[in-house]
């Protein structure tokens, strides 16, 4: 059976947290996608969403992991796809087909990282096919330390994707600290992988 079903619109604690994010910085939108141009009509459109974009049979691991390391002129214009700690949203921008979600692993949360240098974005819950980061395709090296235990439960040398973003699977309701280096320099951020938590971290200067 798919694991595919309908989507509750979300909570009134995400409703706020995304309006005030909008509200306060949209000069800086860009894991946001335009408005649906004259040509996106609905009647365009036919099937679902997975069937339009050969996600059928994959679960949200397998998803978040095509989108979002897909390269940037290869992601569609007609898929928004929202990482929230809980679940993965899919949407259609013209409204034409309906909204739908996978459940997350339930040990698992998906954390993507923008470092960057000179610009960055705001941004709460990751947008596989819209949110574009500064420093693709560059060399970094990530640790992230349990703040109870002292352990690393990760330290990896990874590659940002095309998008500018570094995709990290951390164990669920962890809080620790997230360190990044790049060219020589370092930087660390708390963060924690709770149900209330941000999916999308973009205020990691390594500069």
Not at 97 to 106: K, Q, R, V
Not at 167 to 195: A, F
Request: with cysteine; net charge negative; glycine share 6%.
């Amino acid at each position: 059976m798919s694991a595919l079903t309908t989507v509750p619109r979300p909570s009134a604690r995400r409703r706020a947290l995304l309006a005030a994010v909008v509200a306060g910085s949209l000069a800086l939108t860009a894991c946001t996608s335009a408005e649906p141009g004259p040509d996106s009509t609905p009647e365009a459109s036919a099937g679902t969403l997975v069937e339009q974009h050969d996600l059928e049979g994959m679960d949200a691991r397998q998803v978040i992991e095509r989108l979002d390391t897909m390269p940037v002129p290869e992601r569609p214009d007609d898929l928004w796809a929202s990482v929230e700690p809980d679940q993965l949203v899919l949407s259609d921008p013209t409204g034409a087909l309906e909204e739908t979600s996978l459940p997350m692993p339930a040990d698992e949360f998906y954390l993507s990282v923008a470092p960057y240098r000179t610009f960055t974005h705001d941004c709460v819950f990751h947008s596989l096919t819209t949110c574009l980061g500064e420093l693709g395709g560059e060399t970094v090296q990530v640790t992230v330390t349990d703040e109870a235990t002292g352990q690393k439960v990760l330290d990896e040398t990874r590659t940002t994707y095309d998008n500018g973003f570094v995709g990290l699977w951390l164990p669920r309701d962890l809080t620790g600290t997230l360190t990044l280096e790049h060219d020589g320099e370092s930087t660390s951020s708390p963060i924690s992988t709770g149900d209330d938590d941000l999916t999308c971290l973009t205020t990691m200067q390594v500069a």
